[in-house]
């Protein structure tokens, strides 16, 4: 559905006042952290074709509209609903979770991290910016700030990013935590079902890879020092609104 920002960033943009029997063609970068690593950082062309615009209209709540959604009765649709939204909860709690963890790893290691691997690290966020910018035509100053306050303030998270790199590196070290293979595999089939028909060139790809093995295990391994950590911490639940449980951090 347009809108709902399922698509890569800029995507939806080149959809806007399409019509119905109209084509278009256009020209998106995937973004550099892409979960699929054999796109992230591609340059793409997509040809679009739209068959029909439909909008949304009134529903009647019954069986009849749970089985057009592939459920059996509306009581199994509200199950999975409800199945969906806490789910959807477990993971933003866990998120922030995992937020406030990182800030504090962040508050008590402080040094300077390598230099080359911050400029790795910047390169790899600037040019995020630079690609988000490009596609929502979009400049510094509509943005409310400068280049130059903008690259000091990404230069500031990829030296912290590169700083907690370290610390989880050396947490995960020290305590013997490892990425198991058949994580790993289950990793590489998650990324195989998002491009059915392609099973085999994915396989591949991740065979030959062994940066975009890494690029998979990484975010693994880091998930499972905070698990670690976790257990180790005190956590002390605290009920919150939705608004404010799916409010992005300022930071």
């Known amino acids: 559905m347009l809108g709902a920002g399922q698509f890569i960033p800029g995507f939806e943009d080149h959809l806007l006042g399409l019509k119905a029997g109209e084509n278009r063609s256009f020209d998106i970068k995937f973004p550099d952290n892409y979960p699929a690593a054999m796109l992230a950082g591609k340059d793409a ?3 679009v074709s739209a068959k029909t615009v439909e909008a949304p209209g009134p529903v009647e709540l019954n069986d009849e509209f749970a089985k057009s959604l592939g459920l059996e009765t509306l009581v199994k649709l509200r199950d999975a609903i409800k199945d969906r939204i806490t789910r959807e909860h477990t993971a933003a709690s866990r998120q922030k979770l995992k937020r406030a963890l990182l800030d504090q790893l962040d508050e008590r290691h402080k040094f300077e991290p390598p230099p080359s691997l911050v400029e790795q690290e910047f390169a790899t966020v600037w040019s995020q910016i630079e690609n988000d910018l490009k596609q929502r035509n979009r400049t510094f100053t509509e943005e409310g ?22 610390v989880i590196a050396e947490i995960g070290e020290k305590n013997n935590i490892r990425v198991t293979d058949e994580q790993l595999r289950a990793a590489i089939t998650e990324q195989v079902r998002q491009f059915p028909g392609q099973e085999r060139q994915i ?11 890494a690029a ?26 939705r608004d404010e449980l799916f409010k992005e951090d300022e930071a």
């Open 45 to 47: 062309t997509f040809a």
């Open 145 to 166: 700030t400068t280049e130059e306050k903008a690259r000091e303030e990404y230069r500031a998270i990829a030296e912290r990013r590169v700083r907690l790199g370290l």
């Open 203 to 213: 396989f591949e790809y991740y065979q030959k890879n062994p940066n975009a093995l």
């Open 216 to 241: 998979l295990r990484a975010p693994l391994f880091e998930d499972k020092v905070v698990d670690f950590l976790i257990e180790l911490a005190e956590v002390t639940e605290k009920p919150v609104s």
